[in-house]
């Protein structure tokens, strides 16, 4: 039942107002409207002459008369009695944001389709003689638009069908014969089908650089999970090593503190003993002096003379060799063995702290690109570095100074200590900070001086030991008219002289290392490029009477 009122709504509905027909009329090709639907509809090609059918478009010359269908209007009227309506909902009826339908009069229905060839929008109802008509089906039909006009030429009022690529812009075919005359011009279909294999092109290229991203991001997430994992495993191991040092060296700390009180209670024990012996032997020595004192008193000759054998006689006195009175440093030899040991493992932990230091960590990120070389001084200052000499590495002939940033080569040895670091052989020096990342600084030089950057594991002594000579160092020689470039015994001369400053750059994650001049403007002397493998450490080679400077730069 529902399906016949349905059908029967269809039936008597005017595909124009979409309405129950009101003095419903039928034209030549068969459609029925209401009079005042068609009429109105009519009205507006009454310029060209030529009046079509809304529905099958099918032209009609001149306007056919109407004339009222009293069998649909009987029908209607009968369906009025039963209560039928055939009223759209209202959420079919187009809105402010909506596109209307160019056919519907009075209150208009949302469009469902546009026609380019028409140039008109259309309900889902008036749509459906281009379904319906051959001809009509060859239109081109696409989503609802409020811009149909824009495909109207406004000097010709035609539509714009061709693509002037001269000009790159859409026109009609009459513009062709006016302003585009002689220009290229090819037909819009065809131009959009080659931008269309162009956007094809960037598409795919998108697609496959969102793939590549896609994929970058995956194996970042696996990284940050990495580094989480692997920077949590450190905390939990360090911690526990840290704790069985503290706990080694507490234990180091009480078997210390255990020898010396045994220590102390042996020498106190034995101290007292001889101290007993020795107030023992006072005691009879004072005896003994009272008898002979008594016995030199005897004014009886014979008595003095039979007394006197068994008075004289003295016990073995005690050996006075094994009394030792030592000087008042008892158990100062222990705290200063203490305090070497303390210097020993300062000077440990300060030079292997280099290797385990989180500011020396870099996590290479897959997306980055390597950051430029600086252009400008200001440029290079961004990365600056505080370093000082670390004196434990210096050759005896080198005298630090100014906060262990100045070296100059003396005419007599200093007096440092013994440490595995020191350079034996050549008048060296290395930094105490390792070099990681971008790094910056200058030295300022006087006489002669090699500015090197070094591996720590650079033999101390011998030949390879020297800044240049080796594959574990970089090395610019500087002299007062001229330079060179050293590395693993292979020279490369320097272009002109030598500044009296020279700033060094690194770039350690790029594998860059490049010398510069340093005065007004930056003045490249050479630039390495290589793969570094571990920190690296600034390094001086100061000739006789020479000096070099690390420079304060912040």
């Known amino acids: 039942m529902a399906q016949r009122d349905q059908l029967d709504r269809e039936t008597i509905s005017c595909s124009i107002c979409l309405d129950l027909l009101k003095d419903p009329v039928t034209i030549p090709c068969g459609h029925s409207y209401c009079m005042s639907c068609i009429k109105g509809f009519w009205d507006g090609e009454d310029q060209r002459k030529i009046y079509s059918c809304p529905q099958c478009r099918e032209a009609f010359t001149p306007r056919p008369v109407l004339k009222k269908n ?53 309900c889902e109802n008036h749509l459906q003689s281009h379904f319906e008509s051959t ?46 005359r002689g220009h290229d011009t090819v037909p819009a279909a065809a131009e959009r089908t080659e931008r269309q294999r162009e956007l094809e092109v960037s598409r795919l290229n998108i697609q496959q650089r969102i793939q590549d991203r896609e994929k970058h991001v995956k194996l970042l997430q696996q990284e940050v ?55 023992q032997e006072i005691t009879e020595l004072k005896r003994k002096d009272a008898e002979l004192k008594q016995l030199s008193h005897t004014e009886d ?9 068994s008075v004289s006689q003295l016990s073995e006195p005690t050996d006075s060799s094994s009394i ?12 200063a063995a203490v305090s070497e040991l303390r210097d020993k493992l300062q000077d440990v932990l300060r030079d292997k702290w ?55 080569c003396m005419s ?43 591996y720590k594991n650079i033999s101390r002594a ?22 060179e470039f050293r590395f693993n015994n292979s020279r490369t001369r320097v272009s002109g002289p030598v500044s009296s400053r020279v700033g060094v750059y690194l770039d350690h994650r790029a594998g860059i290392l490049s010398f510069y001049n340093v005065s007004e403007t930056m003045t490249l002397l050479h630039r390495v490029q290589t793969t570094f493998t571990h920190p690296l450490y600034a390094g001086l080679w100061v000739h006789c009477e020479a000096t070099a400077e690390l420079c304060k730069l912040k």
């Open 301 to 309: 000759h014979n008595q003095f003379l039979h007394n006197y054998p």
């Open 462 to 483: 011998g030949t390879e030991s020297l800044f240049g000579r080796n594959d574990k160092s970089w090395s610019l020689d500087c002299y007062p008219n001229w330079g």
């Open 70 to 122: 009293t069998m649909f209007a009987a029908l209607v009227e009968q369906l009025k009695k039963t209560g039928l309506q055939a009223a759209p909902a209202d959420h079919c009826y187009a809105g402010p944001e909506d596109v209307a339908c160019d056919v519907c009069t009075g209150r208009k229905l949302r469009a469902f389709k546009s026609c380019l060839t028409c140039l008109m929008s259309y």
């Open 412 to 454: 007599e040895r200093q007096s440092y200590s013994s440490h595995t670091d020191r350079f034996t052989d050549h008048y060296q020096v290395l930094s105490r900070e390792s070099l990681t990342g971008r790094c910056y600084w200058e030295v300022e030089w006087r006489g002669g001086v090699n500015v090197a950057v070094t």
């Open 324 to 335: 030792n009175i030592r000087p008042l440093r008892y158990f100062e030899d222990v705290t």
């Open 354 to 408: 280099t290797n385990i230091s989180l500011t020396e960590m870099e996590v290479d990120v897959l997306l980055s690109e390597p950051e430029p070389e600086p252009k400008t001084r200001a440029g290079f200052l961004k990365y600056s570095s505080e370093i000082t000499l670390d004196p434990n590495t210096a050759n005896t002939w080198l005298l630090l100074s100014e906060g262990n940033r100045n070296v100059e």
């Open 135 to 180: 001809k009509l089906k060859k239109h081109k039909l696409v989503e609802p638009s409020e811009k149909l006009q824009e495909n109207i030429c406004s000097s010709h009022d035609e539509v714009m069908k061709i693509f002037c690529r001269t000009d790159k812009k859409c026109i009609c075919y009459l513009c062709t014969m006016d302003e585009h």
């Open 225 to 279: 999970k990495a580094v989480i994992r692997s920077a949590d495993k450190a905390v939990e191991d360090s911690e526990k090593i840290f704790t069985q040092l503290i706990r080694l060296l507490q234990k180091r700390s009480s078997d210390v503190k255990q020898q010396i009180r045994s220590q102390k209670e042996t020498e106190v024990s034995r101290v007292k003993e001889l101290q007993e012996k020795l107030q």
